[in-house]
């Protein structure tokens, strides 16, 4: 079940939580949707604006879709430099699923709640830039290896800056660090923290 609005959290009897929840919940045909329903279509949604809270919804979806990305850069790693046509074919086309429904799921939460708090931007943001680069790369590439494994992946990363998905990375990276921005410094910290220093 979906976090429900903060209001019913702070109902100070369970006689007032009763009459919020059954005002919330009045007209509705069916229950609260599940995670597993969101994922599935974000438009399930639509008509329980009033009766979840959105903003955390927003970003326990945006992290179950950042598993997916990150599910689809470790096939992608595993496919190593020459994967056989069908393979690159499915992954092509998961590549593409996968960055469609994340920038969906954006767009219909910025509709949804008028716009979304700094987490969940940072980590709609962090979920798009794992499609486009291999951190594991470029930390790589930065010594976290080693000078020897900064040599050999080298190459690979010089290659991969000349390709469209470094700048849609980028792109993404500086999205990414505008929403940081918005954060108030005390609490840019855990996850936020980690995402930006990435």
Known sequence: MLPLAAELWQARTASEWKRLYLTKIAGRESG??????????????????????????????????????????????????????????????????TSQTVAHTRLSFTVMSGGLQPPAQVMFERAQMSLYVNLEDVQTLAGKA?????????PVLTNWAQSSESRKAIWHAGQLYRAAKEYPRVMLQDFAAVALYH
């Not at 597993?36 to 009033?50: F, S």
């Not at 080693?146 to 080298?154: D, L, P, Q, V, W």
């Open 146 to 154: 080693g000078e020897e494994e900064a040599r050999k992946i080298h």
């Open 32 to 97: 609260i949707p599940s995670l597993h329903n969101c994922l599935d279509d974000i438009g399930c949604l639509n008509g329980y604006q009033q009766l979840l809270d959105l903003p955390f919804v927003a970003l326990i979806i945006s992290s179950a879709q950042w598993s997916l990305c990150l599910a689809h850069r470790e096939l992608v790693r595993l496919q190593g430099n020459r994967p056989s046509r069908n393979v690159s074919l499915a992954l092509s086309s998961m590549h593409e699923e």
